[in-house]
Structures are given as C-alpha cells and as structure tokens.
Nanobody, 130 residues
C-alpha cells in the first residue's frame, strides 16, 4: 500500500521554526522526486518546494526561498522540510507528493492546481500565530 505520511506540524509563533517530515512506504522511494505543497484555510493549493531523487537538486517557490530548506534521507525513505522565519501567512495544511519525474514536480510547484503528481499524502497542519 502506497503511503506518504506527513508529521511535524503544530503551533508556532511568527519568526519561529518547524521541521516537517514526509515518510514514504509502499513504493520505490529512490525512484521518485518529492514535492511539498500547502493549502491555507479557504485558499487554493500553493507549491512550496521539491527535491530530485537523482542528484538531490532542489527547487523552491519564490515565497519561501531563503527561509525553507528541503532535504531527503534515502536510508529512511523520508523527505524533510525545514521551515524557518515563519510568517502568519504560512498557516496551512502542508502535504507532500511524489512524482517519478523531477521536471514534472517542478512544474507542479509552479502550477499547483493540477494533479500531475502520482502519490499524495494527507497533510500536517502548521499554524503560525502569536
């Protein structure tokens, strides 16, 4: 059974940090690029970042560049998203998705309303509030 399970969300003050995890199972993690998306309450999905399975290349949306860092641990079949300098507009359901093609993952970050990613997690909630 294919699963992507996110964890690490919670309540954090503006300017604070969190590290989210995306644990994969049921498919060959080594052959998939992983992307993170987020959906603020009442708003459309936004692309956040993605990382290649081939060479570790990364891609970030402009809104998070310099503040968020994506990484992957092949031994644990897990991708991480470090969120620093969080802003209140960062409040959202954060979820990860998998694609066998890194270019497809980058395009999905740029145009997040599509459904081109192959597998999706259910998300972890991040609330940025004082």
């Amino acid at each position: 059974q294919v699963q992507l399970v996110e964890s690490g969300g919670g309540l954090v003050q503006p300017g604070g940090s969190l590290r989210l995890s995306c644990a994969a199972s049921g498919f060959s993690f080594a052959y998939y690029s992983i992307a993170w998306f987020r959906q603020p309450p009442g708003k459309e999905r936004e692309g956040v970042s993605c990382i290649s399975n081939v060479d570790g290349s990364t891609y970030y949306a402009d809104s998070v560049k310099g503040r968020f860092t994506i990484s992957r641990d092949g031994a644990k079949d897990t991708v991480y998203l470090q969120l620093n300098s969080l802003k209140t507009k960062g409040t959202a359901l954060y979820y990860c998705a998998a694609s066998a093609n890194f270019v497809n993952a980058m395009l999905a970050i740029q145009d997040p309303q599509g459904n081109s990613m192959e597998y999706w997690g259910k998300g972890t909630l991040v609330t940025v509030s004082s």
